[in-house]
């Protein structure tokens, strides 16, 4: 070979080897640019396994059809709720005599297969749980020993999303655990999101997780306590969110997110109010939107709350900004920004203390972050409303009503066409 030729083999296997290596050590999926949509079943179905009992509600392919067709029909997927994930407790308590994972053969007769046809079938994405240790938390086996055979099912199923969990794991293990299973849903050559449980269980037990590796190896990850059906639940993880938002947001972008874990929105716990203010602080941080809900009885005003176009456009905004809490005041109320791409920003006001009675906000423009010359237009974000022309300078003033709700808001230059289209529509 010629000196020419051998300089040309090299560039050639230099190329060839770095792509395999970020094949198997980086996840490169290309997938969730932007936060995922979707709806699971933990939180309002949680691990009903007898069918006699509750036929309708129980873990099994009827419930998962029949919601899935509500997604459709409903219009969630239309408006970006794409995918429909299977939680815990949708496996047999034993592997197949060839060491495969299955699912109960009475709630799923049908075998997983056919049901991510199904769903595919919809036009929906397909997701499915699994858990990093020994079991699940619900005592279901778990894939320790088994993440390549494991991946190559999941593969074969054609999920398209995977919750892999923590419990009954030596939590030590996940900084090289999550890599493994990583590299094993790599190695499928599928693209199936990755949703890690891995910092949860490290923030828990009060370990620094390394959330570069974490941003690196998972498109998304749970990092702090299950989500209940109540005000208390969903404030306290706000609140944790705030207080550790210099810890998260640099590694919270397109591929990679933070995950305060599911919408409870249209259960039993929340008023409408608290309902709004979940939906406006998902937005803000760009969480992901995933619901858990029956969809065959969801009231019509949090559906609603659900669907609308201008918060789920913040939530959604390319930038993938995660908002953050730039002020507290008065009465514990709290706001909080996110900048969004073209140099636009979204803000939410929340009062979450049951004092009775709503309080009245006065703020400067520049306390808000807002410091430009020109004029900036306001606008409500739930309605579209336009609030007007307000100079930096300028005190802008809002009512919020109390016990959890918020005023959720939304600037930009100010453009002489404002005077003509009074209503913001995302
Ligand atoms: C853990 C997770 C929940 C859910 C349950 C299932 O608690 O954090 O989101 O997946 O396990 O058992």
């Known amino acids: 070979m010629k000196w020419t030729e051998y300089v040309v083999e090299y560039f050639i296997i230099s190329i060839y080897l770095c792509s395999y290596y970020k094949q198997v050590n980086s996840l490169d999926n290309g997938l969730l640019r932007q936060p995922p949509m979707g709806w699971l079943t933990w939180q309002r179905f949680r691990c009903v396994t007898d069918c006699d009992t509750y036929p309708d509600t129980c873990i099994s392919e009827k419930l998962i059809r029949t919601q899935a067709q509500l997604l459709v029909q409903g219009g969630y997927l239309a408006a970006g709720y794409e995918y429909i994930i299977i939680d815990d407790c949708w496996l047999n ?4 005599v060839d060491g495969l994972l299955q699912p109960d053969n009475k709630r799923f007769p049908s075998g997983i297969r056919a049901l991510s046809d199904y769903v595919h079938s919809l036009g929906l994405k397909f997701g499915i749980y699994e858990d990093y240790g020994t079991e699940t938390c619900a005592g279901y086996p778990g894939i320790l020993g088994h993440l390549s055979v494991d991946a190559e099912t999941f593969a074969s199923w054609k999920v398209d999303y995977l919750k892999l969990d923590g419990c009954n794991a030596d939590i030590k293990d996940f900084d090289t655990g999550y890599p493994a299973m990583e590299d094993a849903l790599n190695a499928t050559g599928v ?10 269980y490290q923030e828990f037990d ?4 390394n959330y570069s590796a974490i ?4 498109n998304l990850w749970r990092n702090w306590a299950d989500i209940d059906d109540s005000w208390e639940s969903v404030y306290s993880i706000i609140q944790w969110f705030g207080d550790n938002q210099d810890r998260l947001s640099p590694f919270h972008g397109p591929g990679h997110w933070n995950d305060p874990d599911m919408l409870v929105i249209g259960n039993y716990g929340l008023s409408p109010g608290q309902s709004r203010a979940q939906m ?3 937005s803000i941080m760009a969480a992901p939107l995933i619901l858990s809900v029956d969809l065959r009885t969801i009231n019509d005003w949090a559906r609603d709350i659900l669907l609308n176009k201008n918060l789920i456009a913040i939530n959604q905004d390319p930038l993938g900004a995660m908002g953050r809490r730039i002020l507290k005041l008065d009465g514990n109320v709290e706001v909080w920004s996110k900048p969004l791409q073209d140099d636009r920003t979204a803000f939410v006001a929340l009062f979450p203390q049951p004092y009775g009675t709503p309080i009245r906000i006065s703020i400067k423009l520049s ?3 807002l410091g430009r010359y020109q004029d900036y237009d306001l606008f409500e974000l739930f309605h579209g409303d336009f609030l007007g022309k307000y100079h930096y300078t300028d005190a802008y003033n809002f009512t919020i009503n109390p016990s959890g709700d918020v005023h959720a808001f939304y600037a930009e230059s100010a453009e002489p066409k404002t005077k003509f289209h009074k209503k913001l529509r995302l």
């Open 367 to 369: 306390d808000l972050g």
């Open 191 to 200: 693209p199936i999101a990755y949703s890690c449980s891995w910092p949860a």
């Open 206 to 209: 009060k370990m620094k997780p």
């Open 93 to 96: 308590m034993t592997r197949s």
């Open 280 to 282: 406006a602080l998902w």
């Open 215 to 218: 941003a690196h190896s998972c």
